[in-house]
């Protein structure tokens, strides 16, 4: 009985990804040979050397309830990482480790928001950032961009969507489901609007930030020292190692932050995996070349399947300069029927898509960009031609 249930979760919208997932599995189940493009997992093993070290963990009898935050020396790790990586140096108080990136923001959105505060999100943006901040008490405040921009805002349009309430902003760089990455110029630009209101706090979401494919070097704002002590960064290990199971995240954040992320996760969940903690150990401390043959292998998906999209009238792309999403304009079907099927908005042509060319993709809407439709190519080369080969007769 829904009466007996709170009104936060009667209020709260399912995660669009996980959803079409879902539905896909069941169309499975019932004998439908359906292409899932829906998910942003990558359809590579987690590397041998990663594994290994899980192993290694098991063998010397890793078991135990972890520390809430972290291992030191995964923690260590972290800081490692973001000083080799992104410029960035924390120590350990600044750290904290959760059972993956999504825990990570939840966190940071339950410690800093309350009641009415609006958090400035990007559109599009990653499907859970607008309910995570939700049921934080938090005031979404969409900020629209289109194909023309590349997906990414505008100085004037930040400083437009600021009020005395905007307590944070939070991005996702590379983005998903764009794939559009801020250069260190257009971050500088953001941050110079900042400089004008002390009160806001940056999120900064970096979990793609290895699946780059040499046109914009990464960026990220902690490392403008101005900057530095309002932003949180957010990564992971689930979609450069190809980990997605593992449910490792972490951020590096101002300690008071930090601090208060792991007073709540210790009432919550405590500490993380102690296995996948010791696994993550040896993926970061690496070097990052060993995992370039998943993003050669993502660059060539990409030249594919932009190739095979530009072939089909109505759809309109930009070219991802990360991530491992294409993230095409469908609005030209907007009031158009489709065998028989009355195409309203991008909710209407990812099921249309689902139920008459079996490929699973996901509306736009749950992005917060209504003209779009999310297309991973986490997949094979042969999914890839067989599913845009169906779109392509569906459509």
Known sequence: MSNQLSDRINRLVPSATLEMAAKARELRAAGKDVIGLSLGEPD????EYIKEAAKQAIEDNYNSYTPVDGYIELKDAIITKYKRDNGLTYDRSQIVVSTGAKQSLYNVAQVCLNQGDE???LCPYWVSYSDIVKL??????EVPTSLETDFKMTPDQLEAAITPKTKMLWYSSPCNPSGSIYSTKELRAIADVLQKHPQILVVSDEIYEHINYGVTEHASMAAFEDMYDRTITV??????FAMTGWRIGYIGAPSYIARACNKLQGQVTSGANCIAQRAVITALLESPNRIHHMVDEFKNRRKLILGLLNEIDGFECNEPEGAFYVFPDISSFFGKELN?????????????LLENANVATVTGDAFGNPNGIRISYAASEEQI??????????V
């Open 44 to 47: 590579f093993n987690t590397p």
């Open 119 to 121: 958090v400035i999100l």
């Open 136 to 141: 934080s008490g938090g005031v979404p405040v």
């Open 235 to 240: 990564n992971g290990v689930a979609k450069a």
């Open 340 to 352: 028989g099927v009355k195409i309203n908005n991008a909710s209407d042509f990812a099921m249309y």
């Open 385 to 394: 031609k067989e599913a845009l080969s169906r779109i392509k007769q569906a």
